[in-house]
């Protein structure tokens, strides 16, 4: 059973960082795309930022330049760096990983301060 575990969600003031890390156990198949979801209280599920293999990452308009996103297929984790965070980014973020089928982590809480 493949699982993603994800860490480094909390609490930050606006125009701090964060730094998620998502590690995929369990899998046997090489992992084609990681990568970043999140969903604030009564919005849909939206794209953050993702990575194929062997390709470049994709970002949402709205964190691009703030958000960098990075593959470690050694170790199968993906990480999450974001700085500048503004108040329109709290949301539970989710580690998403594509190989035959998707897989989601069940979620970690990013909460900004004003």
């Known amino acids: 059973q493949v699982q993603l575990v994800e860490s480094g969600g909390g609490l930050v003031q606006a125009g701090g960082s964060l730094r998620l890390s998502c590690t995929v156990s369990?899998?046997?198949?090489?992992?084609?795309?990681m990568g970043w979801y999140r969903q604030a209280p009564g919005k849909q599920r939206e794209l953050v930022a993702v990575?194929?293999?062997?390709?470049?990452?994709t970002y949402t308009d709205s964190v691009k330049g703030r958000f960098t996103i990075s593959r470690d297929d050694a170790e199968n984790t993906v990480s999450l760096q974001m700085n500048s965070l503004k108040v329109e980014d709290p949301a539970v973020y989710y580690c998403?990983?594509?190989?035959?089928?998707?897989?989601w982590g069940r979620g970690t809480q990013v909460t900004v301060s004003s």
């Open positions: 990575i194929s293999s062997g390709g470049g990452p």
């Open positions: 369990e899998t046997y198949f090489r992992i084609n795309v």
């Open positions: 998403y990983s594509r190989t035959l089928s998707a897989y």
